[in-house]
């Protein structure tokens, strides 16, 4: 413990995420690394590159979803 530190080794160069066309980086399910600035097309919750958890939007994204199906009642 202690050795591990949350840096960049650029393993996230061959994992790094094209900005999609109109549309939210999170929607299509790229994650944010804090630690590397980037964007990561990557299925697991931690960096491959620098162990950190990834940020992702898609708890938010599904209840906004939940909400906009919601019958409207006035
Ligand atoms: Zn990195
Ligand atoms: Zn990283």
Known sequence: M???LMVC???C???KAKKPNGT???LVGQKRCQTCCVFLKYDGLYCP???MRLRT???YIKL???V???PRIH
């Open 24 to 26: 939210s980086r999170y």
């Open 64 to 66: 906004k979803e939940l």
């Open 9 to 11: 080794r650029n393993v």
């Open 49 to 51: 590159c620098c162990n």
């Open 13 to 15: 160069d061959n994992i």
């Open 68 to 70: 906009l199906e919601l």
């Open 2 to 4: 202690g050795d591990q």
């Open 57 to 59: 939007k898609s708890r």
